[in-house]
């Protein structure tokens, strides 16, 4: 594919742009029109069949980015996993997916699958044999999420689609931690690709969105159904999500530097108990999440010494957001055990291995040293007040 051959920021600035035939201005201009004229009964332009103008010229823009021919744009991350699980799965067929899933996805899967009469099973899926032992006769589909969240377990991907591939089923990722910058899974054989657009890709905490990419076909096979659900982007949310993408790989780029020496910090502080970030040579994937992404991206948790609180180190910090959401040009941090994963027993927060020490971390591209030095008056303060608390007693 001869646009593949441009560089990656080209692609981020010029591919899909829109051009200004008019006025020659520097930018697309914004189509907001949701009536066109009638050209033939294959094309009718409407912004819920995913084919304004915006919405083409982005998604070119999208699959070049994932090495692949088409793609198309959604009005979340979830409208586009559901629109492809309702595609690729119906009544009566299975799909395997693994435990350590975005929060969201596993609830569409438990919630909605037994409405429409399509079995699933959840594997560990540290291994590929997890996988391949979950397969069934009726096995459609295979959906992984690599780097995990919140603790950046890294599954096999070139494993799987080899899996699902010798098996006749398809397979897809959730690519969002990575980003198409860091990881590029249809070059190891997925067959779809999935981002929720609203974190790195819209990069600014400002933009909901989701993307599917992958071949012709499939892509055809899912707008047949994604028109149906309705799920488009708006077009004016489209525009921006351009406009951020131009800046995507010099974002993520600074995340991957700032997220390392974070780590690093993090990892040879006395007051924290654990780092996990596959960028690290302390990982216990660090050498197939070397073999599998190009950056190791901008997300990480850690685990607090025991006696530091998490709420009340995340009370002191100054510059770092606490914030549920993720991927931002800001830092921002939350602890899983009162937020994304407070609906779950102890026990099974337990079984996922996520303790009430830790903190989910989104670096951001502030300059390290005011993260570092944020970090380390935060935890300076919380053991200075349980100081004075012990002593009170
Ligand atoms: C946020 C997120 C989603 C869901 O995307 P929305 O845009 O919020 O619908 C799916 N997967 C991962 C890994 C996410 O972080």
Redesign the pocket.
Known sequence: MAKNKLGLNTICIHTGEVKDEQFKGAISPIYLSTSYAFEDVDVIRYPRNFNTPNQENLAKKMAALEHTESALI????????SAMFLTFLKAGDHLVVQNT??G??SHFIREEFPKYGIEFTFTNGYHVSDFEDAIQSNTKLIHI?TP??PLLTITDIKGVAELARSKNILSSI?N??ASPINQNPIDMGIDIV??????YLGGHSDI???VLMASEPLIQEIWHVAKNFGGNLSDFTVWMLERSMKTLALRVKAQNRNAKKLACYLEQHPDIKQVNYPGLKSHPDYSLAKSQMKGFGGMMSFELADGLNASAFMKQLKLIKPSV???GVESTILSPHLTSHALLSQEERDNLGISDQLMRFSVGIESKRDLIADIEQAISSVKQQSNNSSLKL
């Open positions: 959604f009005g979340s991350g979830m409208a586009a996993l899933l975005y969201g996805a999420e995990s969240n959730d969002t931690f999935m981002h929720s657009a609203t974190k909901l969105a989701g959401s993720l991927a």
